[in-house]
Nanobody, 136 residues
């Protein structure tokens, strides 16, 4: 499985930015894709996720409080592309953003069923990261 994250870049305070995550070689029917972010000296934190139990199941999206109302995650499963639109960017959104994916397991589903994104340790496949810098 390969996870590639083109994009990232600079954005202005209050402005928009779109990140994408391209996944190839993934053969499982179920999936969970999550975006995490990290700043130097701090732990990697979850931001948004999208998951599906498989073909014929609808996508489920989960957002952390900081992302609700500002970030939107969507996916084109056939193309293996996941998009995340960031709006109303804040200075504290500056971070390295990582896309991660893996199967939708029972353990992940328990987190998601409570409205929480599974921890980073639950994901086996990671992108190289994309730096987002928000300036005033």
């Amino acid at each position: 499985v390969q996870v590639v994250e083109p994009g990232g870049g600079a954005a202005e305070f209050g402005g928009p930015l779109t990140l994408s995550c391209r996944i190839s070689g993934y053969t499982y029917s179920s999936y969970c894709v999550a975006w995490f972010r990290q700043v130097p000296g701090k732990e990697r934190e979850a931001v948004v996720s999208i998951d599906s139990a498989g073909v014929g199941y609808v996508n489920r999206t989960t957002y952390t409080e900081s992302a609700k109302g500002r970030f939107t995650i969507s996916g084109d499963r056939a193309k293996g592309i996941i998009y995340r639109e960031l709006t109303s960017l804040r200075l504290e959104d500056t971070a390295m953003y990582y896309c991660a994916t893996d199967r939708l397991t029972i353990g992940k589903d328990r987190h998601l069923g409570r409205g929480a994104i599974p921890p980073a340790s639950d994901f086996a496949f990671w992108g190289q990261g994309a730096q987002v810098t928000v300036s005033s």
